[in-house]
């Protein structure tokens, strides 16, 4: 059982306000990453760390920020929030093995009135 | 740049139908190609994976089948469960330092009735 957990699960919020977006996982695991999914479901990597003080963006362009300075703990922040994302943020970590098993935590669903 | 194509949902079947979910993908090198199942209120789980050609990953009674000559890796199940109701995405990976950064397909709802 994957244990990555994120918080909070549901948040609706109004334009520019900061939001951070908590994502936890007690594996160890070196690399974590955050993926957005659209409402037609479909994941886009918008950040990854390969291990602490290293971030980088991943295909889709996002206006958010990420940090990386505890192994287990991988937040994502939009310092002004829009209703465009207004989203689910999946955040998910993988092992030092590279099985090419991602674990997921359970999401972050976004709204921004 | 990479890319992985899923047949478009949703798909309805009965309980015992046989299943297909059909998934194509272009990469460049060679890719590793997962399924992942995303169930109702929770996160995405991996189902099965393949990492070479002709590989055959399977996992719940659910088989795919790496082939590099179609560059399909094709879901299937031969007797489905109202419990496999569910959200699947076919995903692919690069590998080398790209390796846990996947590229996923736009995701397959799978609803099954009694």
């Known amino acids: 059982e994957a244990d990555i957990y994120q918080t909070p699960r549901y948040l609706v919020i109004g334009t520019g306000k900061k939001i951070t977006l908590e994502c936890s996982q007690t594996?160890?695991?070196?690399?974590m990453y955050w993926y957005q999914q659209d409402p037609g479901m479909e994941l886009h990597l918008i950040h990854y760390?390969?291990?602490?003080?290293?971030?980088e963006k991943g295909d889709l362009s996002s206006e958010s920020t990420v940090s990386r300075i505890r192994t287990e703990h991988f937040p994502l922040t939009l310092e002004s929030a829009r209703p465009s994302h207004t989203s689910q943020y999946l955040c998910?970590?993988?092992?030092?093995?590279?099985?090419?098993?991602?674990?997921f935590g359970e999401g972050s669903r976004l709204t921004v009135l | 740049g990479d890319s992985v194509t899923q047949m478009e949902g949703p798909v309805t079947l009965s309980e015992e139908a046989f299943l297909t979910i059909n998934c194509t993908y272009t990469?460049?090198?060679?890719?590793?190609l997962f399924w992942y199942v995303q169930y109702p209120g929770e996160g995405l789980q991996l189902l099965l994976k393949?990492?070479?050609?002709?590989d055959k990953g399977s996992n719940k009674g659910f088989e795919a089948t790496y082939r590099k000559e179609t560059t399909s890796f094709h879901l299937e199940k031969g007797s489905v469960q109202v419990s496999d109701s569910a959200v699947y995405f076919c995903a692919l990976s690069v590998g080398g330092t790209s390796y846990g950064k996947l590229t996923f397909g736009q995701g397959t709802i799978l609803t099954v009735h009694p």
């Open positions: 990469a460049t090198g060679y890719p590793s």
């Open positions: 760390s390969y291990g602490v003080n290293s971030t």
């Open positions: 998910a970590s993988s092992g030092y093995r590279d099985t090419g098993e991602l674990f």
């Open positions: 594996m160890g695991h070196d690399k």
């Open positions: 393949a990492t070479k050609a002709d």
